[in-house]
């Protein structure tokens, strides 16, 4: 008997972090092992991401995930029983496969997820291992550097400021637990400082336990993380800086950037100003999605001006597509990627992509969704997969604890050393690790 041979492949509706319905999946080996997930969903998705599947309709008001559950249990089941789920690309192949005969209406990059996933997780537990060992193989497991947003605007806080995320980044730290001491305290001083301006709602939480602070500009944003980090105690640009995820395809129309919480309208090349005035007054390690999802022209712009000073991360540019990435690196457009398997709906195809972004000297941040739940896979991705950084949102909620507390758990109990992305950053300037 083939002990990691598929017997059995459930799946149902399951309650996402923003209470919406998502696709739940539990694989069931041969041999008694299972893994079982469910999957995230993004608010600010790029139009060139793996599509999920909603119902539509009155029920769960249109987002629920009966047809996409369906999907599973009506078409991939019967592709992938009997395959050896240790065998991830020939199972993976086998959802792509089915998939595509049965047509994205009837099978989401929800339902081709939930299967990668959980298949992925009982071979593991079959193995007698977890989720970033059998990723990683041999050697020393790698933790990422985390990222912590601090400050939510943009689809993650009712577009009280136009940029989406403002985090910290404590890359002055000598191990994970260390990083996320530094963080939960910028994040504590951050509620502080903005309670002591008068901002009343600095005690709520945004969907990623950020604060959804009404500010007077995206600037004003960035200054409060760095007063945070100073009031934690902490050397900003030397100790932990800042990063931005602009995530500009949300404020993009018509060929312009609309700052409407500045009540601005900025060309690209404007923009780019922007930001560059910015890196020259604050310490910023990385900007992600600065310019729009099509906007290849005003990316490669900003590579150009400013890929020497901080590190520029393709997330709705990217999506985590191979074809897009390769497009990127040939035409000079950005300098990292954000890696999120449900833009992609397939594992060992989200393996190819950052695999070949760290082959052509791109960074990696491995990321979870706004919408998330209590799985904390995608940690066991980042370390498995050796990325430099790790982005799941704040020290708040306990969907983004139970990423950070993964990533502690395998410090405290494996053999693992931390990622370095920016040992340039105390100097001002970015450098490839
Ligand atoms: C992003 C993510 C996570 P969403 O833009 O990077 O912060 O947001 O999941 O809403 O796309
Ligand atoms: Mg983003």
């Known amino acids: 008997m083939i002990r990691s041979r598929i017997e059995q492949v459930q799946a149902w509706e399951a309650l996402d972090s923003r209470g919406r319905p998502t696709v739940a999946a539990r694989v069931q ?26 119902d539509g309709g009155d029920r769960y008001q249109g987002y629920g995930v009966r047809a996409a559950v369906a999907g599973v249990t009506e078409v991939i089941a019967p592709a992938v029983i009997g395959l050896d789920a240790a065998e991830l690309i020939t199972v993976d192949a086998a959802i792509a496969d089915a998939q595509q005969d049965a047509g994205e209406d009837r099978v989401g990059a929800n339902s081709t997820l ?76 951050a509620t502080e400082v903005a309670q002591r301006r008068g901002f009343a709602e600095a005690v709520l939480v945004a969907d990623e336990g950020g604060l959804g602070l009404r500010l007077d500009s995206n600037e004003a944003a960035i200054g409060l993380v760095v007063e945070a980090i100073e009031a934690a105690g902490l050397t900003p640009g030397e100790q932990a800086s800042v990063a931005i995820d602009a995530a500009a395809t949300e404020f993009y129309a018509d060929g312009a950037y609309h700052l409407a919480a500045e009540g601005r309208v900025l060309a690209a090349e404007e923009l780019i100003t922007d930001y560059a005035g910015w890196l020259d007054r604050y310490p910023i390690v990385s900007i992600e ?61 989200t393996q190819d992509v950052i695999r070949a972004a760290q082959q052509a000297g791109f960074r990696t941040v491995v990321s979870a969704r706004s919408g998330e739940t209590e799985d904390a896979w995608v940690a066991d991705l980042a370390v498995g997969w050796r990325a430099g950084q790790l982005k799941v949102g704040s020290t708040h909620r306990s969907e983004r604890t139970a990423k950070w507390n993964r990533v502690l758990e395998l410090e405290a109990t494996t053999d693992t050393t931390f990622a370095h992305p920016f040992p340039g950053a105390a100097e001002g300037s970015v450098r490839l690790a």
Not at 155 to 179: K, M, N, R, T, Y
Not at 312 to 332: K, M, P, Y
Request: aromatic share 4%; proline share 4%; net charge negative.
């Open 29 to 54: 080996l041969a041999g008694g092992a299972t893994g079982t997930t469910r999957v995230p969903s993004g608010a600010s998705a790029g139009s060139h991401e793996a599509k999920e599947l909603r």
């Open 114 to 189: 939930a299967v990668s996933i959980a298949s992925a997780l009982a071979a593991a537990a079959e193995a007698g291992t977890d989720l970033a060992r059998w990723l990683a193989g041999d050697g020393p497991l790698q933790l990422p550097l985390p990222m912590i947003n601090i400050v939510s605007g943009g689809a993650h806080a009712g577009s009280a400021i136009d940029l989406q995320d403002f985090l910290v980044v404590p890359h002055g730290a000598d191990s994970f637990a260390e990083a996320i001491e530094w963080a939960q305290a910028v994040r504590q001083r």
């Open 289 to 349: 999605d600065p310019l729009a999802e099509d906007d290849w022209a005003g990316w490669q712009l900003i590579t150009e001006r400013l890929a020497g000073r901080c590190d520029l991360i393709g997330d709705d540019l990217f999506v985590t597509q191979r074809d897009r990435l390769d497009r990127g690196i040939a035409e000079h457009c950005g300098t990292s990627i954000l890696i999120k398997v449900n833009q992609n709906g397939l594992l060992s195809r």
